[in-house]
Each structure stands twice: as C-alpha cells, then as structure tokens.
C-alpha cells in the first residue's frame, strides 16, 4: 500500500532559524515521483518541487533544499535562515503507478511551520 | 496569464441546497482535479477526469457530481446528499507528459 508520513504536524521558529520537514513515505513500485508544495495562508497550494525515483541527487533552490534518502524511504525538506513569509502549510506527496492508470497523487497530512520574527 | 480560477472564493448556503463550484483553466490541461481539505486532514480526493467527458470518483465521491464538457471546465456540485459539505475546496489541473499539479485559488464553502 501506498503511504505518505509527515510526522511533524506543527513547527515553530524564529526567523533565520534553519528548519528540516520531514516526509515519509512506504511504496512496493520501483518508478515513483515525489512532491513538495506549499500552502500559504491564502490557501492556494504551490508546487516545489519534484523528484523521480531514480534520481537522487539532493537539490538546492536558493534558501529551499531537499534530501531524498530511498534507503530510508525519506524526502526531507529544509529551509536555510528562514523568514516570516516562509509561514505555511507544507505537504509532501507521492505517486506511482501502484495507483493504478489514474495517477493519483497520495498526500501527506502537511506540516504547518510558524517562522516567528 | 495561464492559470486556473475558482470561483467564488466563499461561498454560504443553507442545509438541503445543492451548490455547483467552478473551476475554469486555460492552461490546456488535458486533466483536472477535485480535493476537499479540512483541518488536519490533507487533501482528499473527490473527483478527476483525464479528459472530455470523462471522469472517475475518487476517495471520497458521495455527495459530489462533477462534469466535464469542455476541456478547461470542471464544476463541481455539493449535493444535498453530502452529510458534511462545509470544507476548503481546491481544483487542480495537469498537462499531458507533465507530473505535477497546479491549484487553484480555492473555495470556501459554508453550509449552515
């Protein structure tokens, strides 16, 4: 069965504290793809990032970075010297064709992260 | 500007009426998406269609009806039957070839 953890269901920190989120995730197919996306406040969810199962390679986008592990069935998440607009709901998704045809997204349940000034 | 746009963005209605959300995209996104979140719970899955006139329930379709007669509109309806409708709900498109979803704004409903 498919599955996406993210253990950590609320963080806080003050401003330019660095931060690590969490994602796990159990899958039995060899071809999957991983997902990051943000929800602000306003609610609207954006895409981070994505990542394929056969690569992984760590990678950095500005103060964003990510850590996929498939030896431990992990794709972590880190922001360096975070700021307030940082705030937000972070979710860590999964799909792979155990899915089925229909390529359905399996959804982590979201961290939410507080960046305090 | 490409994007996709739901609306409105809050929406009230009384217990027992049927309520239709609109999402519209103009990104020629072959698929859409339908999700309801609520606090704590993610996203869930409500409805998606691959393509015209085509769709498939997804986890949680009781209550829901959607259609999809035009390529870059996906309305979805919160029927009468839908015992819990009040919920953030989010559309979501994704081209052909391409893996990742893109969202709309959102709607808000609240069902009193």
């Known amino acids: 069965a498919q599955k996406v953890t993210q253990a950590q269901t609320e963080i806080s920190v003050v401003e330019k504290e660095d931060v690590t989120l969490d994602c796990v995730y159990e899958?039995?197919?060899?071809?999957?793809?991983l997902f990051w996306y943000k929800q602000p406040p306003s609610g609207e969810l954006v895409f981070l990032i994505r990542?394929?199962?056969?690569d992984e390679q760590n990678e950095i986008s500005g103060r964003y970075s990510w850590n996929f592990q498939k030896s431990t069935s992990s794709f972590n998440f880190t922001i360096t010297a975070s700021q307030v607009v940082d705030s937000a709901v972070y979710f860590c998704?999964?799909?792979?064709?155990?899915?089925?045809?229909?390529?359905?997204?399996?959804w982590g349940l979201g961290t939410s992260l507080a960046v305090n000034p | 500007d490409g994007g996709i746009t739901q609306s409105p963005k809050y929406l009230f209605r009384k217990e027992g009426q049927n309520v239709t959300l609109s999402c519209e995209q103009n990104?020629?996104?072959?698929?859409m998406y339908w999700y309801r979140q609520d606090p704590g719970q993610g996203l869930r899955l409500i409805y998606y269609?691959?393509?015209?006139?085509?769709?498939q329930k997804g986890d949680i379709a009781e209550g829901y009806s959607v259609s999809r007669e035009k390529k870059e509109s996906f309305p979805l309806t919160v029927t009468s039957a839908q015992k819990n409708p009040t919920a953030f709900y989010l559309c979501?498109?994704?081209?052909?070839?391409?893996?990742?979803?893109?969202f709309g704004p959102g709607t808000r409903l609240t069902v009193t």
């Open positions: 979501a498109s994704r081209g052909s070839g391409f893996y990742e979803q893109y």
């Open positions: 990104l020629n996104h072959d698929a």
């Open positions: 269609s691959q393509i015209v006139n085509d769709f």
């Open positions: 899958t039995r197919d060899t071809t999957y793809y």
């Open positions: 990542r394929n199962s056969f």
């Open positions: 998704a999964l799909e792979s064709p155990e899915a089925g045809n229909n390529r359905k997204l399996i």
